[in-house]
């Protein structure tokens, strides 16, 4: 059985960091892109950051130079280190794991945490 746990929200005035981390079991996670959305209320789910089995990274245009992702494959976990936030970072964070294959994309999300920036 797949689990993706993510942990490290809180809140925190702007300017501050918060360090996401987010845990897998159940799959072979180096194989895996791994990457952290958020939803804010009233608004879709959008990616913020994704990191790939090779260790390639991208960003949206709204976190470059903010947030850095990075995975340890030994712990199975990958990391969103997140710095200078701002109120408009508030949303809830989740982790989604896939691994695409001939024909098809097994994917894994968890269960979120929440991330509150005040001003």
């Known amino acids: 059985q797949v689990h993706l746990v993510e942990s490290g929200g809180g809140v925190v005035q702007a300017g501050g960091s918060l360090r996401l981390s987010c845990a897998a079991s159940?799959?072979?996670?180096?194989?895996?892109?791994v990457g952290w959305y958020r939803q804010a209320p009233g608004k879709q789910r959008e990616l913020v950051a994704a990191i790939h089995s090779v260790g390639s990274t991208n960003y949206a245009d709204s976190v470059k130079g903010r947030f850095t992702i990075s995975r340890d494959n030994d712990k199975n976990t990958v990391y969103l280190q997140m710095n200078s936030l701002k109120p408009e970072d508030t949303a809830v964070y989740y982790c989604?794991?896939?691994?695409?294959?001939?024909?098809?994309?097994?994917?894994?999300w968890g269960q979120g945490t929440q991330v509150t920036v005040s001003s």
């Open positions: 159940g799959i072979i996670f180096a194989m895996y892109a």
């Open positions: 989604n794991a896939a691994y695409y294959y001939t024909g098809g994309r097994a994917d894994y």
